[in-house]
């Protein structure tokens, strides 16, 4: 196995949220063994405690990773979301810091999409009030308010990875598919794009949210846009739970404006399984509440701790950066005759050309040499034939050049 200047077994993997333990063992087959595992989220007191000791963290949706919290992560080298947001990291202090954050952007995919299908059947046919009618004794044989999806208009706010599965799935079982997206996508099946949001609000009979958490996209559906919905309506919310106006959506349900909901993500989420959750929908019977599962199936989880442990280990192993979501992608061959060397800088003039003096001044041949840059970072990786000592020599005197953010003998 190739040597690491940085021995792996002294190379510490934070592990939080209860990730797959896929994600363990994809660590175990690749060396490494200082793997420190917890099942929930950690307070913030003791997340900045573990973190400024971790050089690879593993984390959900619940934990966040603020500038302040990142400032703690002296030894970290990189993030890895296992889950498709990123949201609850601040992705530019990462950067700053020359830390990649990646992410598993199809893993839980279908596993959303299988949920909302279900959920707007189960809704439209008013399974939940059924449901909790007869837990109370009750019995209500009735097809009132009861429909087939069949021949419904579904509207997907959000025609991305889930948004587009949701839509083809939907169209299999008759539904009359529209969408709103900020971008032009293409549409799959008979799916049609709507002039606007407000235009598939008032055209749908159930409304589907699949958009990421942005500046733009809090609150985004609030009072206004639920009362432009069609009377008798139903909303589904499994993306992010500052998207809705949870209170406004409550007033509506209460007013049977909106005939139903299944809201999988909440404003505020527990922070673990013991922690007790409240919020205003608690307690309707026309409302399919979930505690944020929407990617969580075994199928997901497992593929999940799988691809992004294994890119965790490939940017620690070989410095490929391929898929990180706030940093230059670089996809790096092996190289088993040369030392590597990586350097992290802010991408303003003249770095590169620095870096090559050096080598030029040092006498220095380059075996390889690859630069990748995004609008604030520059990442520079070089192959070169030498002794370790040499090599660190070198490092040092990289990370003296004015711009950089971090210098690392890889091997
Ligand atoms: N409930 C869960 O467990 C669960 C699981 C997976 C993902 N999610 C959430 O679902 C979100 C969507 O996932 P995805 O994989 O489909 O993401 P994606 O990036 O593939 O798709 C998001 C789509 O939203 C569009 N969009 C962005 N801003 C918009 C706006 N203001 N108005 C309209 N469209 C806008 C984008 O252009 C894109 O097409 C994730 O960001 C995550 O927050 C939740
Ligand atoms: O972003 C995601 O993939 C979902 O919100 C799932 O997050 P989780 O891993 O915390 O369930």
Same mark, same amino acid.
């Given at each position: 196995?190739?040597?690491?200047? /940085?021995? +792996?077994?002294?190379?510490? =993997?934070?592990?939080?949220?209860?990730?797959?333990?896929?994600?363990?063992?994809? /660590?175990?087959?690749?060396?490494? !063994?200082?793997?420190?595992?917890?099942? $929930?989220?950690?307070?913030?007191?003791?997340? $900045?405690?573990?973190?400024?000791?971790?050089?690879?963290?593993?984390?959900?949706?619940?934990?966040?990773?603020?500038?302040?919290?990142?400032?703690?992560?002296?030894?970290?080298?990189?993030?890895?979301?296992?889950?498709?947001?990123?949201?609850?990291?601040?992705?530019?202090?990462?950067?700053?810091?020359?830390?990649?954050?990646?992410?598993?952007?199809?893993? &839980?995919?279908?596993?959303?999409?299988?949920?909302?299908?279900?959920?707007?059947?189960?809704?439209?046919?008013?399974?939940?009030? +059924?449901?909790?009618?007869?837990?109370?004794? #009750?019995?209500? +044989?009735?097809?009132? *308010?009861?429909?087939?999806?069949?021949?419904?208009?579904?509207?997907?706010?959000?025609?991305?990875?889930?948004?587009?599965?949701?839509?083809?799935?939907?169209?299999?079982?008759?539904?009359?598919?529209?969408?709103? @997206?900020?971008?032009?996508?293409?549409?799959?099946? &008979?799916?049609?794009? %709507?002039?606007?949001?407000?235009?598939?609000?008032?055209?749908?009979?159930?409304?589907?949210?699949?958009?990421?958490?942005?500046?733009?996209?809090?609150?985004?559906?609030?009072?206004?846009?639920?009362?432009?919905?069609?009377?008798?309506?139903?909303?589904? &919310?499994?993306?992010?739970?500052?998207?809705?106006?949870? @209170?406004?959506?409550?007033?509506?349900?209460? %007013?049977?404006?909106?005939? #139903?909901?299944?809201?999988?993500?909440?404003?505020?989420?527990? +922070?673990?399984?013991?922690?007790?959750?409240?919020?205003?929908?608690?307690?309707? @019977?026309?409302?399919?509440?979930?505690?944020?599962? *929407?990617?969580?199936?075994?199928?997901?989880?497992?593929?999940?701790?799988?691809?992004?442990?294994?890119?965790?280990?490939?940017?620690?192993?070989?410095?490929?950066?391929? %898929?990180?979501?706030?940093?230059?992608?670089?996809?790096?061959?092996?190289? %088993?005759?040369?030392?590597?060397?990586?350097?992290?800088?802010?991408?303003?003039? #003249? =770095?590169? !050309?620095?870096?090559?003096?050096? /080598? !030029?001044?040092?006498?220095?041949?380059?075996?390889?040499?690859?630069?990748?840059?995004?609008?604030?970072? #520059?990442?520079?990786?070089?192959? =070169?034939?030498?002794?370790?000592?040499?090599?660190?020599?070198?490092?040092?005197?990289?990370?003296?050049?004015?711009?950089?953010?971090?210098?690392?003998?890889?091997?």
């Amino acid at each position: 196995m190739k040597r690491t200047s /940085f021995p +792996k077994q002294d190379i510490r =993997v934070l592990l939080l949220e209860g990730v797959s333990r896929s994600a363990v063992e994809t /660590f175990q087959n690749a060396g490494y !063994s200082q793997i420190e595992f917890h099942e $929930k989220s950690l307070p913030e007191d003791e997340l $900045k405690r573990r973190i400024a000791e971790a050089h690879l963290i593993g984390i959900r949706s619940r934990t966040q990773l603020t500038a302040d919290v990142l400032e703690q992560a002296k030894r970290l080298i990189a993030i890895g979301c296992f889950c498709i947001g990123t949201n609850q990291v601040d992705l530019a202090s990462a950067a700053g810091h020359g830390i990649p954050v990646f992410n598993a952007p199809y893993s &839980n995919t279908r596993s959303v999409a299988e949920l909302v299908i279900a959920e707007a059947i189960l809704l439209m046919r008013r399974i939940p009030e +059924k449901n909790a009618q007869c837990h109370r004794g #009750g019995w209500s +044989k009735s097809a009132l *308010g009861s429909y087939e999806v069949r021949d419904k208009v579904l509207g997907i706010v959000g025609y991305g990875h889930i948004g587009t599965q949701v839509g083809l799935l939907a169209e299999a079982l008759g539904m009359r598919v529209i969408y709103h @997206d900020v971008e032009t996508k293409l549409a799959l099946g &008979n799916a049609r794009p %709507s002039a606007s949001l407000n235009e598939l609000l008032e055209r749908a009979d159930i409304v589907t949210l699949h958009v990421p958490e942005t500046t733009q996209t809090k609150w985004m559906i609030g009072a206004e846009q639920i009362a432009r919905m069609r009377a008798g309506s139903i909303l589904i &919310n499994a993306s992010r739970g500052t998207v809705v106006d949870i @209170d406004a959506l409550a007033a509506a349900l209460r %007013s049977g404006h909106i005939a #139903g909901a299944a809201v999988d993500v909440f404003p505020v989420e527990p +922070k673990g399984n013991d922690d007790a959750f409240t919020s205003p929908l608690v307690g309707m @019977d026309n409302v399919i509440l979930t505690p944020h599962v *929407g990617g969580s199936t075994l199928e997901a989880q497992d593929n999940i701790g799988i691809e992004v442990a294994s890119k965790l280990v490939r940017y620690s192993d070989n410095g490929s950066t391929l %898929s990180a979501v706030n940093f230059p992608e670089a996809s790096l061959p092996e190289h %088993s005759q040369s030392r590597r060397l990586l350097h992290i800088h802010r991408n303003v003039p #003249g =770095v590169l !050309s620095r870096i090559n003096d050096l /080598f !030029s001044r040092e006498n220095v041949n380059i075996d390889g040499q690859y630069l990748q840059t995004n609008p604030t970072i #520059g990442y520079v990786v070089i192959d =070169v034939s030498m002794p370790e000592e040499r090599a660190a020599e070198l490092k040092d005197a990289l990370a003296t050049i004015p711009g950089t953010l971090r210098a690392r003998v890889l091997y």
